[in-house]
């Protein structure tokens, strides 16, 4: 189990790179327009779309490795001030309700875009397709369901070693 979790936190971190590659390109093809809008008088073709496109990508790219350090963004009003029992709950049970929304998520946008693919929908001046767009970031989105439920079977097994460890305690 260990060796399929590092397997799949090595994607999250490849996944993170690639994030960082779409942002170099996003910022170059941010370059080059401006070049060629201003510097040559003639803009560049698609570059409005790449950016979009690459803007999405940077996004649902960069999720998992987030929610598998735990970097998310996290309120903690009262939490600072839960039982160590009441916060390992929680985070259970944040994590698994992560785990299932990232999934419906995933699921409502590939069935988005099987109706673009069905539809023909494609980017004005690309003509990239805009189903397989909605399609891979429904598959990042999985990813991310992922990471939340590996996040969530972590945190139920690290309260199940500390309830072995101290019997009295919930």
Do not use: H
Not at 58 to 82: C, E, G, Q, Y
Request: aromatic share 10%.
């Amino acid at each position: 189990m260990t060796s399929a979790i590092s397997v799949f936190d090595r994607l999250c971190l490849a996944l993170a790179w690639l994030s960082g590659l779409i942002a170099f390109f996003v910022m170059s093809v941010t370059f080059a327009g401006v070049v060629m809008r201003y510097g040559l008088r003639s803009p560049l073709a698609g570059g409005f779309e790449m950016i979009e496109i690459g803007m999405g990508l940077i996004v649902f790219t960069a999720v998992p490795l987030m929610i598998r350090r735990r970097s998310n963004i996290a309120v903690t009003i009262l939490v600072d001030r839960f039982p160590p029992a009441l916060l390992r709950a929680t985070g259970f049970i944040s994590d698994l309700t992560g785990a299932v929304l990232m999934g419906f998520i995933a699921w409502r946008v590939w069935l988005q875009g099987e109706r673009l693919l069905t539809y023909g929908e494609v980017t004005m001046e690309l003509r990239v397709p805009k189903g397989l767009i909605a399609q891979s970031m429904s598959v990042l989105l999985v990813v991310a369901a992922i990471a939340f439920l590996l996040c969530a079977i972590e945190a139920f097994l690290r309260s199940q070693s500390v309830q072995s460890n101290n019997p009295g305690s919930l």
